[in-house]
Each structure stands twice: as structure tokens, then as C-alpha cells.
């Protein structure tokens, strides 16, 4: 009998992993594809000619987010800093880190963004609905936003992009539909930046 008992507590350690695996996994690809980022081709708002001054050389913001997955905790920061630019482009460099009990996942990517379209958009994601909103984060207060929401394969992202200084202040990841039958999703929220205004 005890060893039935202990077999039946690996079947349910190793599906719990084989879940939390599937999600993290469908989570570090919409991270990955955010860090990949494109521009669509949406009209520039008129906010949009006046938020620039603040594109430098240096300008940063940086994200925290975490899930809870069959009790155990998936976390995630990023950090987008502009690390180039001209008179039409900034060259935006994304890292991310993910973690999870099982270990953690680091990327990089640097991606060259038109000035006129300031509209985030993953690669490989086809936006699916935009629609404006007000956001209230801790130590920022309440925003007003432009939500893109892209999806692809069961993965989605929505990006809030203040209205003022064009620029996503926060981020929602959603996993297609797991082993478990669940989807989860994780707030990616703006914690720290030295860009005016935000």
C-alpha cells in the first residue's frame, strides 16, 4: 500500500510540474515576443509629436509581475532602455528574466522603433482590439490609456500605452489553456523609470 501512496504523490509532483511547465513556457514565449518588439502601422496621436522630447539616450523604465501557478510563484522583471536613436528611430533594448522554482529564464533583445507609430507590437501577435482606459498604478497615480491586445495561438498581450508620453506602463501576459484546464495570467506592471512624466 505505501507504495502506491508514494507513487500517486510523484504522478501528482510531476503533473503539477508538467502544468506549471506548459505555462511558464506559454508565458516566457509572450515575454519573448514582447521583448521582440514592432511597430504597427497606426496613426500617431498628436500627443505623440509633443512626448518625444523625453526620447534620450539612456531613457528606461522598468517592470515587475508575478503569477501564482498551482501554488507555486512565477516571476518576472524587465527592464526597456533606449540605447540609441535618430531623427526617425529609437533603438530599444529589452531584458527580461523569468523565474520559477524549477530555475530561471534570461533574454536580451535590441530593436530599432519608429518614431511616427509609438503603438507596441509583438512579433509574431496580430492586434486583436485597441480601446482607451484609465490605469492607476503605485507611485505613478492614474493615467489615461491606449490598450493594444494582441493575440496568437492562445497567448495574449495587452499593452497600456500612456496617452501623454507614449510609452507602455503596464502589460497583461495570458497563457492559452493548460494541462489543468486553467489559463493564467500575470500583471506586468512600470516600478521604476527616469523618463519625465511617468
Sequence with gaps: METNQQ????????????VIAAVVVAIIAAAALTSG???TNQNP??????????MTKGAYATYEGQATVLSMTVTFTAKMEIVDLNATHIQVSTNFNMSTPFGATENTTTTWLSRENMTFQPDGLTLNNTYSTQVTLPNLGTRSCTVYEYISQGISA????DNSIQ???????????????????????LVDTNIPGL
Design 7 to 18: 507513487d500517486s504523490k510523484i504522478i501528482t509532483h510531476n503533473t503539477k510540474k508538467i
Design 37 to 39: 518588439l514592432l511597430m
Design 45 to 54: 496621436s498628436n500627443n505623440q509629436k509633443t512626448s518625444q522630447t523625453w
Design 158 to 161: 495587452a499593452y497600456y500605452v
Design 167 to 189: 510609452w507602455p506602463i503596464k502589460m497583461i501576459m495570458t497563457s492559452p489553456t493548460s494541462v489543468d484546464g486553467q489559463s493564467y495570467s500575470m500583471d506586468i506592471n
